[in-house]
Nanobody
Framework: VQLQASGGGLVQAGGSLRLSCAAS????????LGWFRQAPGKEREFVAA????????LYADYVKGRFTISRDSAKNTVYLQMNTLKPEDTAVYSC??????????????????WGQGTQVTVSS
């Protein structure tokens, strides 16, 4: 397994969760890492991404200011800290990795490796 996501769960609106995605060393060191989510009946959508060079992270407008993506080189892990959660954040969240030179970090089609999803449910 090259990407392993964890940390999902059930939380009340306004609460917080932190998702983790452990990557193999090869994947972590040379790829941009991103989080996507997919709610029932909806298409997968971009949440956040961070490059291998630790450049300024990218966020979707609907999570900006509430979610923070970070990566820990010592642990080969990327995190998604989610604060002030809303019911509309309910979805299966997946981590993914893409080549640094493979197009926009916002487009899921540019990602080469995907981890299994982790369910996040926010109750109102």
């Amino acid at each position: 397994v090259q990407l392993q996501a964890s940390g999902g769960g059930l939380v009340q609106a306004g609460g917080s969760l932190r998702l983790s995605c452990a990557a193999s060393g090869r994947i972590f060191s040379s790829n941009a890492l991103g989080w996507f989510r997919q709610a029932p009946g909806k298409e997968r959508e971009f949440v956040a991404a961070i490059s291998a060079t630790f450049a300024t992270p990218l966020y979707a407008d609907y999570v900006k200011g509430r979610f923070t993506i970070s990566r820990d080189s010592a642990k080969n892990t990327v995190y998604l800290q989610m604060n002030t959660l809303k019911p509309e954040d309910t979805a299966v969240y997946s981590c993914a990795a893409k080549s640094q030179f493979g197009g926009s970090m916002r487009a899921s089609s540019n990602y080469d490796y995907w981890g299994q999803g982790t369910q996040v449910t926010v109750s109102s």
